[in-house]
Structures are given as C-alpha cells and as structure tokens.
C-alpha cells in the first residue's frame, strides 16, 4: 500500500469511526440496509456459499489460540479464528465501524427494547437450521447460572456480563425468525454489543451436546469450520463449509499458524512461505515494506496499550501520588519513539483520539524525575519500594516489544528507588494470572470490541460492581467483579459517570460524560498511559480481496488466491 493509501485509509477509518458511534447515538436504532451481510445472499439465506476453489491460505500470527469457543476467551488471538466459524446476529462491515446484517436482517432499539428479523435458511456446521432459540441458548448458556447448560464461571469468560448478562432482562424467541430482547435499562451501545465476537451464536443443539467441548469442537454457521486443531505444532485447519448462507470463502483451506517472533513472520512472508502475517512490531515492520514480494497495511488502530497498578494487592498502589509519581517516572514518550519506532502515539487517557467522547483537553505525563521523587516524598514512599511487573513474552499491536518495555520501566524506575522484577509469561497463561488477580502491576492493553468508549470505559476500568464504602478498589474474589479490570479500580465518580454514559442515546451528553471521564482516569491515574498503536500487517503480492481492519475479522472468507 502506497503512503498516500495509507493516508486515505487512516482518514477513512476515523471519519467511518466516528460515523458509527454516532449512529448508535439516535433515540431509536434501526438497520436493515447497512449491508447485505454476505455479498450476494438475497437477505433470506438463499445465496452465497460457493464452497471456495482456490487453494489453501496460510495466515500466521504470534500466538496460538487457547481455545475455539468464542464464549470462553477474551484473547484476540483466539478470536481471529472463531471469527472464521461464527457469525453473530448483526455484524462490522470489513474496513469500517459501521454496522452490517449478520443472521438478522433487521433491527431496531426503542427505549429499552430491540426487535431484530433473523436470517432463514441458515445452517450450523452439524446440519441443523439457525432459528431465534440458537440465540436464546447462547445468551443463557453465557449468563445464566440456572441455565442447566451453563458451563461455569470458570468456562464462561467476563465477556458474558458486559457484552449481554449485566444489560438483558429477557430474550423472547416464541417465534423461528423474530427476537425480542428486553433490557434492563437504556444502553447505547447494545447492538454495536450484539456485533461483538462474544455474541457469536452457538447451535442449541450443539451446546446441550456438546457442552465445553466446543472449546476444541466448534459449531458455528460461519464460512469455515474446523478441519484440524494440531496442538503439538500450534497449527489450526479450517475447511471451507459448503452451506454457509454468504458469498465464500473463495479458497478451499485457512491455516492458522503460530510463528512466535515478530521478525521471523516477517521473513516467512517475504519467503512465500504465508500469505498474510499480522502482530507486526517496527522490525518486522520494516522487513515487510521493503518485500518485494509482499506489501506493509498501515493503518490507525483503535486500541491503548498501558501498564495497570494492581490496587486490591498492593497497598502502595493505593496512593494517587504513588501512581502519579510513577507515570511520571517512566518516559512513555522514549518507549513510543524509540522502541517502538513512531508506529504508535503516545497516550494519556483510556481511549484513542478516533473514538467518542475523546477529551483533547488532556496532556500527557511527562517525563519527569524530580516531579515522580518529590511525589513519592510526600506519599511517605522516598526510600522506594519493590513491586512484580508481569508482561507476557509474545509481542501485542499495543506493545510490540513487551522485554525491551519492561526493561525501559525497570531502569526509568530504579532511578528513583523503586525496584522493578519483571516477571514474563506466555500469554494466555499471563491473562489468567491478571485476571486473577495476582500480579502486582502489569502490561495489558485492548483492541476495541465493538468501537463505542463504553467499551473502553466500562470494559476496562468499572469493576461491575459496587465497592465498599470510601474504598475505591475491590478485591478480585468479589462476586460479579469485571476481571478485565485488572487494576482493580472502583472510583464511585468515575463510575457513575460511565453509567450515565451508558444509558442515554444523545450523543451530546455521552461526549460530555466520557469527556469528565478520561479526564478523572487520567487524574486518577489508575494505570501508566502508554500508547495507541497503528494496526500493521503484512500481505503477500498473490492476496486479494484482503480488508485490514481494526474491528472484527480478519475476513479471510473474501480472499482470493492467484494461482
């Protein structure tokens, strides 16, 4: 891609960004022709699926995926492939934020209820017919703890309470191809929700068989469905589904593989060893772009990488100077610039500029030593302390050199007494020790599920539930608590704030809330801001047909192969 694409791709991306939130902004929310949802189907199931006759596309990542139920994870890696098996009720267009039909064909949300026309003639990969109870169980087996099907908490990842469980009162399927859902209150952002991986549709029939076992025995409706799931080489094999009711895939296979370090992806696609790579750092990078064999898509993100303070865990960490005094300390502007090589912007609150309710009031931390020491001065903390940093190995788009970061952190912080061990994991066992709770600080960081602030807000900062009086912090084994908050932060005014976002469709008045908002994160300083990062990735000359995207996919189900 040339740089002046790349231009227009960023602009287009942030105005289409900024379109889409908008639109879930209107008192009431209707779609039936955003888009055909699969290219040439007739909007009743009854085109599309030819079945794919182009060879076998190999897309390789850096992480294998943990498992193939999209209600069992909350890593990206893992989504990239159930986004190959599953569809969800109404979906993102390739490229865009904007809203397309999925298995609805219709939709609309008045007040506190959305009425949604499903899709006929849809098959799930063990031949049975999608109807409104496929939707019904999903939901229930991801929420509902009475459910018999329920897998268990353990099983059901925190995508369940914030996508559907904390928002549904009920979901009416007394007819094949209509859904009610009643909600418990006024939410902006519930069908951009219903878009999200985590409402993926599961066959009725397949979860009362099958129960976790879809965890490496999927059944979606989706373009493809597993053809092999290779633990031992990290290699996941899907196979074209000839009844899948859209257009595609055009090729015959998509084979996920794993390739750990960023450079060595690089060069196998400079090899023709892949087709597309992804999870690119400037290294990598730059192997690409200068491939004659393959082409760098650069394109703005909609993510935050940042370093979380643990505050249920670390009573150090319960002190705003403390917090401050290290965002301070560490020189974010270096770790952006220098490590990873301006493809990412420096950030100062939990949402990227291309996003509602961005407060471009705000500055960033500077890097400041005197500052960081006279803070921890008068926080009683001079003489320092020691505290654990866990970061995973594998490189993130919002931290593509997690070492060399934590690195940059320990050393920006011995220089004001405080001692950094850096503690390293693989990444989905590093998401499990976040999410419970027992590390003291940590890199994290997130890709958009669905590009409304609520998703950044409440996703990553609002506990989920109620903290003690004067507290503002709860403790990781509370009931219903958000695991993806992995600060533990529970600011009562924070949190009220992002409620009131929530629940009120004028987009005026959410701008004003999330506005207050980031400035109280950014304040408060619940976590070190560190970076948005541009969306890298890396495709052979013989793609085609390939939409880089920065929500949902990738849609390997419109990709062509020369042959």
């Not at 496929?134 to 929420?143: L, P, S």
């Not at 129960?211 to 989706?222: A, C, E, Y």
């Not at 931390?365 to 940093?389: I, M, N, P, R, V």
Request: net charge negative; aromatic share 10%.
């Amino acid at each position: 891609m040339s740089s002046e694409d790349n231009l227009k791709r960023r602009s287009f991306l942030k105005a289409a960004g900024g379109a889409a939130v908008a639109a879930s902004m209107a008192g009431c929310i209707a779609g039936n022709d955003e888009g055909d949802g699969g290219g040439n189907g007739d909007g009743n199931g009854n085109g599309g699926g030819n079945g794919g006759s182009g060879g076998t596309l190999l897309y390789s990542r850096g992480s294998h995926s943990g498992t193939l139920d999209p209600q069992n994870t909350t890593s990206g890696e893992d989504v990239k492939v159930t986004n190959q098996m599953y569809d969800q009720l109404v979906m993102f267009e390739p490229g865009k934020t904007s809203l397309m039909k999925g298995l609805a064909t219709e939709w609309d949300l008045s007040g506190t209820t959305a009425t949604l026309t499903l899709r006929e003639g849809v098959t799930f990969h063990n031949g049975e017919e999608f109807t409104a109870s496929d939707f019904k169980a999903t939901y229930r087996r991801f929420v509902d703890t009475e459910y018999e099907h329920f897998p268990g908490s353990d099983y059901a990842s925190a995508y369940g309470p914030f996508t559907l469980g904390n928002w549904i009162k009920s979901v009416n399927a007394e007819e094949d191809y209509k859904l009610t859902i009643e909600l418990k209150e006024k939410y902006a952002p519930f069908l951009r929700n219903l878009a999200m991986f985590a409402s993926s549709v599961h066959s009725e029939k397949a979860i009362q068989e099958k129960g976790t076992d879809l965890s490496s025995d999927p059944v979606g409706t989706g373009p493809f469905q597993l053809k092999a799931l290779e633990d031992s080489t990290e290699t996941v094999r899907l196979e074209a589904f000839d009844d899948y009711w859209g257009d595609g895939p055009k090729v015959d296979e998509a084979v996920f593989l794993t390739t750990k370090q960023n450079t060595a992806r690089a060069q196998s696609l400079d090899a023709g060893e892949t087709h597309i790579v992804d999870g690119l750092g400037s290294e990598a990078a730059k192997i690409v772009d200068s491939s004659s064999n393959a082409s760098l898509e650069q394109f703005e993100g909609i993510n935050i990488g940042y370093m979380a303070f643990n505050f249920a865990k670390r009573e150090e960490f319960r002190n705003k100077k403390v917090r401050q005094a290290i965002s301070y300390a560490i020189d974010t502007k270096a770790i952006v610039d220098n490590i990873y090589e301006g493809f990412a912007e420096q950030a100062n609150q939990p949402i990227p500029s291309n996003v509602l309710g961005f407060n471009d009031e705000i500055s960033e931390y500077k890097y400041d030593q005197e500052k960081a020491q006279s803070l921890l001065d008068e926080a009683g903390y001079g003489d320092g302390f020691t505290f654990e940093l866990a970061t995973f190995k594998n490189p993130r788009g919002y931290n593509p050199s997690p070492i060399s970061t934590a690195e940059k952190v320990r050393s920006d912080l011995g220089a004001i007494g405080i001692t950094v061990e850096i503690n390293q994991q693989s990444f989905d066992p590093f998401l499990d020790y976040t999410a419970e709770g027992k590390h003291d600080a940590c890199f994290l960081g997130w890709y958009t599920d669905n590009g409304d602030p609520d998703n950044f807000f409440y996703a990553l900062l609002h506990p989920g539930v109620e903290s003690p009086d004067g507290q503002d912090y709860v403790t990781f084994d509370t009931e219903g608590f958000n695991t993806l908050n992995v600060a533990g932060w529970a600011n009562q005014e924070y949190m009220t704030l992002v409620e009131e976002g929530q629940a009120t469709y004028d987009e005026a008045t959410r701008t004003e809330k999330y506005n207050q908002a980031a400035q109280l994160a950014h304040d408060e300083a619940p976590w070190v801001f560190i970076d948005h990062a541009q969306e890298l990735r890396g495709v052979a000359n013989g793609v085609s047909g390939y939409t880089p995207t920065a929500i949902g996919g990738p849609y390997l189900k419109d990709v062509t192969l020369s042959q």
